[in-house]
């Protein structure tokens, strides 16, 4: 019985698709619309997120979490992108 419980309770701290998209509703301007996840060796989770609005992510935003099973070992790791050319045509006057 106690072994049962044990691996319940492993089954339920792993990091959930749904706990890093409200991470990165959080945290970015990204209007999440597809989630990609890759579980590595060393038992940390990587998330791709495509964004439907491209402005700030055009090659979409990718989340690392250290700890597989810790929510809050996830980090954004891309930067938001910024695209001045609106700048650049104005006249420096």
Request: with cysteine; net charge negative.
């Amino acid at each position: 019985m106690v072994v049962i419980a044990l691996y319940a309770m492993e089954g339920m701290a792993a990091v959930q698709d749904y706990q890093v998209i409200r991470l990165i509703m959080m945290k970015s301007e990204c209007v999440q619309d597809q989630l990609t996840r890759t579980d590595k060796s060393d038992g940390s989770i990587e998330f791709l997120a495509h964004c439907k609005n491209l402005s700030h992510y055009p090659d979409g935003l990718h989340v690392v979490c250290s700890d597989g099973e810790d929510e809050r070992s996830c980090k954004v790791q891309t930067q938001a992108k910024q695209f001045n050319s609106l700048k650049l045509l104005q006249s420096s006057e």
